[in-house]
């Protein structure tokens, strides 16, 4: 299961041949630039793999987004299970490439991410976990219908918690 393409966006399962477009965009310091550091290429192999488990467990992950009309890749969106305050979590969580943020991407590949959390695998409740310094995905968040819940400490730092009800699925 995969969101329905949007737009200019295009979503499916990544795989290994799509390492070193993602070993790109996990290594650039922009891109990870709210992170504690950028992933090597054993990092971004990693990532691959955790978000094909995730598939086959939970039926959802991170997808591979790519332009609608050209198929050039465009970075990574979707849903991760993530562990806060001892509570398991659905997160929507994006990364763009660093030459096309700033286009208002992110949003519409969260939205289709959203959209099919809410109504095809019956998420109720949508976090994203951002850091404080990171302005963009907080407004990225705050357009998807998620508000500044909390702060907590998540991945060794404190984080903000953006959450929100997603409500019934539509029809």
């Not at 994006?94 to 991410?113: I, N, W």
């Amino acid at each position: 299961m995969i969101p329905a393409p949007s737009p200019r966006l295009a979503f499916r399962e990544m795989t290994e041949q799509d390492h070193d477009d993602l070993a790109g965009l996990l290594g650039d310091p922009v891109v990870m630039q709210y992170y504690p550091k950028p992933r090597d290429r054993a990092g971004a192999l990693a990532w691959i793999h955790w978000n094909q488990r995730l598939y086959r467990e939970r039926g959802f992950g991170l997808w591979l987004i790519t332009l609608r009309e050209t198929g050039e890749f465009v970075g990574d969106c979707g849903l991760t299970p993530q562990l806060v305050d001892g509570r398991t979590e659905i997160e929507i969580g994006y990364h763009v490439r660093a030459d096309l943020q700033g286009r208002g991407l992110a949003t519409e590949a969260a939205e289709a991410c959203r959209d099919l959390a809410r109504d095809a695998l019956g998420v109720r409740r949508l976090i994203a976990i951002i850091n404080p310094a990171n302005t963009p995905s907080q407004r990225v968040a705050e357009k998807l219908g998620l508000d500044h819940e909390r702060d907590a400490s998540v991945h060794g730092g404190t984080q903000r918690i953006y959450a929100g009800d997603l409500g019934p699925a539509r029809t």
